[in-house]
């Protein structure tokens, strides 16, 4: 905290992993003497530079780009790109931190790493995100590399913008290689990247409901955002016989109380993909519920919760009234949208509640399997790149239990998977010495 004194949502991830860590470090000296702790709190480096680009108009704006390599313990550096007005050096260094740990997880060889820029895609035409990409990639090439670092998307870089890039880094490399992951299928990408943070929520959440003997059919699920996370969730979910009730984006969110269709899920998807347009446009053509600058949470009546927007989106208010609105699961699409005294809230209700770390690593693993075939120079079936997806999903998970089951039989899903992580991570700098 004296450290890093403006940094509050970076200090947030630190101390929910400490915190979870803690018996585990004090029961063995040789992570004290190592001085593990204070080592993996500070990242490895960060690249911040200046990203200068032209509009439509012609003229000149300047925005700030960086990037956090956070711990290649176990593997190159990776992680996403983030492009939001928000974005800044606290966002990216928990992000990157909370990477290094979940990357941990998948049974992958990746480090962890995250960058981005407080330029924000929306309202931009094609060209000048293209200009924008190239601009970015032009400081940034000179770091990354398929076996240094890899990059992939993340809020506001979706396939466009990583194609952007990856051609840019092509270009600035002279080399062809899988530098970046989530590109297109035609130059690299892995079929069922664009699905798997979704897709693997709802694996991971199939593995929770087990444990209770409970199964995932005519459930209501409330769903927040509606970008590459919230839209895969929900078509898997959709396809389980569940019922997607809300989604949003960040101007307001939706409430259709009998769920989506499946028409309307397209409707959406197109909405935010080639339109670009807002969730309150659905609103206006299927007549439904639209609650103006206002999360789910407090709107819906649920069984599950999945939060696939943004960070500290729920917070203790939102948590109490889900669970006083019948949910008994949450399972995080995006990372750590649920603040400290929500996760206390669950926790004490003793529902099902599985952090971001867990439930949303099958986007991460679906990009280390994109690295193998980039590597082998070859391409796997959807249905075998799928298997592996649910596979490495329920390894998390039984991790997970492993780490985390408490005395009364609860999962403290939080704890099993800081724990789970760290080990391997502290292992890893241990056995490769003091670098
Ligand atoms: P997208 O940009 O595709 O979608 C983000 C969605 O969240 C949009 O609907 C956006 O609304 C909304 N949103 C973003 N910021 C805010 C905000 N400050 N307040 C309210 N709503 C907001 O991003 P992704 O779906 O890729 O990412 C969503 C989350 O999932 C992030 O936390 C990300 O870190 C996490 N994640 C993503 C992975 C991936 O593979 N893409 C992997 C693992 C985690 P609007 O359109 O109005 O901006």
């Given at each position: ?398 991790q997970c239990v492993k780490y985390g ?6 999962i403290n899903y939080?704890r099993g998977a800081?724990v789970a ?15």
């Amino acid at each position: 905290k004296r450290r890093f004194p403006n940094e509050p949502e970076y200090i947030q991830a630190v101390e929910e992993v400490l915190t979870s860590i803690e018996d585990v470090y004090n029961e063995n000296p040789e992570f004290e003497r190592y001085n593990l702790i204070e080592r993996l709190c500070i990242p490895d480096r960060i690249f911040a530079f200046r990203v200068s680009w032209v509009d439509d108009k012609g003229k000149v704006h300047n925005n700030m780009g960086y990037r956090v390599q956070h711990n290649n313990a176990i593997g190159p550096y990776k992680g996403g790109i983030r492009f939001h007005s928000s974005v800044n050096l606290s966002i990216l260094k928990f992000l990157a931190f909370e990477q290094t740990f979940k990357n941990s997880l998948t049974t992958l060889a990746m480090g962890g790493a995250k960058g981005g820029s407080d330029f924000s895609p929306r309202g931009k035409s094609d060209m000048e995100v293209m200009r924008f990409c190239q601009a970015f990639i032009q400081e940034l090439w000179r770091q990354i590399g398929p076996d240094t670092d890899v990059p992939a998307g993340d809020i506001g870089v979706g396939g466009r913008e990583v194609g952007y890039m990856f051609g840019e880094y092509k270009k600035m490399a002279r080399e062809f290689t899988g530098t970046f992951t989530g590109k297109g299928y035609e130059f690299g990408g892995s079929l069922i990247r664009p699905e798997a943070t979704g897709y693997g929520n709802v694996y991971f959440l199939l593995e929770m409901l087990k444990t209770r003997g409970l199964s995932i059919e005519g459930k209501r699920v409330a769903i927040s955002g509606s970008g590459n996370v919230a839209t895969y969730t929900a078509e898997k979910l959709l396809s389980l016989g569940a019922k997607v009730v809300s989604m949003s984006d960040s101007d307001g969110s939706i409430y259709v109380p009998d769920g989506l269709s499946q028409e309307q899920l397209d409707y959406i998807f197109k909405l935010k993909n080639i339109y670009r347009g807002r969730i309150r446009e659905f609103a206006e053509e299927y007549e439904c519920q639209y609650f103006e600058g206002e999360r789910p949470w407090q709107h819906v009546a649920c069984d599950i919760a999945m939060p696939s927007a943004t960070q500290n989106e729920i917070d203790g208010d939102d948590a109490r009234a889900l669970i006083a609105n019948g949910c008994i699961a949450v399972s995080e699409g995006a990372n750590m949208p649920s603040t400290p005294d929500a996760i206390r809230e669950f926790q004490k209700a003793r529902i099902l509640y599985a952090p971001g770390k867990a439930a949303n690593a099958g986007g991460v693993s679906v990009s280390g399997l994109e690295m193998a075939q980039n590597s082998q120079k070859l391409s796997w079936s959807a249905e075998e790149v799928d298997r592996k997806l649910q596979d490495i999903m329920t390894e998390i998970h039984k991790q997970c239990v492993k780490y985390g089951t408490e005395e009364d039989g609860y999962i403290n899903y939080v704890r099993g998977a800081n724990v789970a992580g760290f080990m391997k991570v502290a292992r890893a700098m241990m056995a490769q010495g003091v670098l």
